[in-house]
């Protein structure tokens, strides 16, 4: 199964997901991250976060949805504008889910400040991918409804 996280500007959110997903999923399972006006870099507060994490941020990069290398399985768009736009008609019927998290690229103040954001940002959409990945997800892949249901819900998670 192949998961697209789907943002804006493909610098933040959508790259943290992505690499966190892919740090942490399964065999067989991989997440791709794209943006609808990608920026064309990965802000640098993100691979940091990653790096201490302990997720590699080789090979990421901010990129278009339309230079996807497979089409997703499951789109799942994680801030508001990326969620009202309109996907590429190419995608197809896929799942689609909406788990918004506040852009911590627009945050000011302190570099502590900033980088509490970017934590926070990173931490609801690890606790977000645990709980996808905890879910029956070979059961589930059979039913798309259920699915999306549990993923909808997964998304109003904090």
């Known amino acids: 199964m192949n998961i697209?996280?789907?943002?804006t500007g493909n610098s933040c959110r959508s790259i943290l997901a992505e690499a966190t997903f892919n740090h942490l999923a399964p065999t067989g399972w991989h997440a791709?991250?794209?943006g609808s006006k990608p920026t064309g870099q990965v802000h640098p507060r993100s691979l940091a976060l990653l790096a201490r994490e302990g997720i590699s941020t080789e090979g990421y990069h901010s990129k278009s949805w339309d230079n996807l290398p497979i089409t997703p399985d499951i789109v799942v768009t994680v801030c508001a504008n990326a969620a009202g736009e309109t996907?590429?008609?190419?995608?197809?019927?896929?799942?689609r889910t909406h788990w918004g998290v506040a852009d911590p690229a627009h945050v000011t103040g302190s570099d502590e400040e900033i980088d509490a954001a970017f934590m926070l940002a990173y931490r609801i959409l690890r606790i977000r991918i645990v709980a996808f990945l905890a879910l029956?997800?070979?059961?589930?892949?059979?039913?798309?409804?259920r699915l999306k249901a549990?993923?909808?819900?997964i998304g109003t998670w904090s």
């Open 4 to 7: 697209l996280f789907l943002c």
């Open 136 to 145: 029956p997800l070979t059961e589930l892949q059979k039913d798309p409804a």
């Open 32 to 34: 791709m991250s794209a």
């Open 87 to 95: 996907c590429p008609a190419y995608l197809g019927s896929v799942i």
């Open 150 to 153: 549990e993923l909808d819900l």
